[in-house]
C-alpha cells in the first residue's frame, strides 16, 4: 500500500462521523490525494444542459402514442395495435395508461408526409403554407361530398356517419390537443405528450372540461377502444377519472409544473396518421 492511500484511510478513520459530507470527503480526498472519481448516479452534463434549455425557456417531450394498423411501430417492428408506447423510451404501456396531467396545449399542424408545412400554437394563426386564420382555412376542415357533387363541411366527425354513395375528405390540417402528462404506470415515468388529434379531438376536448373543474390534481386513466366508421378501423383512446392524486404525487407534478412554467413545448415524434 503506498503513502497517499495510507493517508487517505487515516484521514476517513480520524474525522469524526457526520463532521464532513461524504460528498465533500471524496472531493477533498481526490483534490489531496489524486484518488480516482467515484462513478456518477447521473450522466455528466445534465444539470447544466438543463439550465442551458430553461434560460431558452423551450422544452421538447416524447410523444404517447396509441398505435394505429398503420403506424411504422406496427408495419415495420410488429408491435400490436390498440397499445400506448412512448416514443423516446420505446417502453409499451399496454392498453390503458394512468396519467397525472402536467398542463394542456391547442395546436394546429399540417403535415406533408411527416413534414410540417403550417403550425400554429394557439389554434387560432398559423405560420407556413398556407398560414393566416385557421378558423376560416378551408385545410382545417372536414367535409363530405353528397351524392348530388355538393361538397359540405362536418361540424363533428366523432359523431358523424356518412350515408351511401358519400365521400369524407379528410382536412389537410390537424387541431389537436395535446396533454403533457407523467405516466404513472411506466418503468421509467418520463414526461411525455398525449396527443388527441382527427377522431379523438372530442376526447381531447373532454379531458380539458374535467381539468378545468377539478379542484386538486387528479389522475386519469386512458384506455385504447376499438372503433368502427366510414374511416375504417382504429383504436381511439377514452378518457376517466380514476382517482385523486396523492401527496406524493402532488409534489411531483407542482415541481415540474413549475420547471416547465413560461417554457415553449414542443413535441416530437407525433403521427399525423394516428388518431390519438
Known amino acids: 500500500m503506498d503513502s497517499k492511500q495510507i493517508e487517505s484511510k487515516e484521514i476517513k478513520q480520524t474525522l469524526p462521523s457526520g463532521a464532513i459530507p461524504d460528498t465533500e470527503l471524496t472531493r477533498l480526498a481526490q483534490e489531496k490525494f489524486g484518488l480516482p472519481a467515484l462513478p456518477e448516479s447521473r450522466a455528466l452534463g445534465l444539470d447544466k444542459v438543463r439550465d442551458d434549455l430553461s434560460a431558452q425557456k423551450r422544452v421538447v417531450l416524447p410523444y404517447i402514442k396509441l ?155 386512458v384506455m385504447a377502444i376499438a372503433a368502427k366508421g366510414d374511416l375504417g378501423n382504429w383504436f381511439t383512446p377514452k378518457v376517466s377519472v380514476l382517482r385523486r392524486a396523492s401527496e406524493e404525487e402532488i409534489k411531483i407534478i407542482q415541481e415540474i409544473r413549475s420547471r416547465f412554467n413560461n417554457t415553449v413545448i414542443d413535441v416530437s415524434g407525433v403521427d399525423p396518421e394516428n388518431g390519438s
Open 67 to 221: 398505435l394505429q394498423s398503420m403506424s411504422d411501430d406496427v408495419s415495420i417492428e410488429g408491435l400490436k395495435p390498440g397499445v400506448f408506447r412512448n416514443s423516446l423510451t420505446g417502453e409499451s404501456y399496454g392498453s390503458s395508461i394512468e396519467i397525472l396531467p402536467i398542463g394542456i396545449l391547442h395546436w394546429r399542424r399540417r403535415f406533408s408526409g411527416r413534414d410540417i408545412l403550417c403550425t400554429s400554437n394557439d389554434a387560432r394563426f398559423g405560420t407556413g403554407d398556407p398560414g393566416g386564420n385557421c378558423l376560416s382555412c378551408p385545410l382545417s376542415k372536414w367535409a363530405v361530398i353528397k351524392e348530388n357533387g355538393e361538397q359540405v363541411d362536418i361540424k363533428d366527425i366523432s359523431i358523424f356517419r356518412a350515408k351511401k354513395g358519400e365521400e369524407v375528405i379528410k382536412p389537410e390540417c390537424s387541431e389537436q390537443f395535446n396533454f403533457p402528462s407523467l405516466v404513472l404506470n411506466s418503468e421509467f415515468q418520463v414526461p411525455g405528450a398525449l396527443v388527441f388529434q382527427r377522431t379523438s379531438f372530442t376526447e381531447g376536448l373532454n379531458l380539458y372540461s374535467m381539468l378545468d373543474a377539478e379542484r386538486s390534481p387528479m389522475v386519469y386513466k
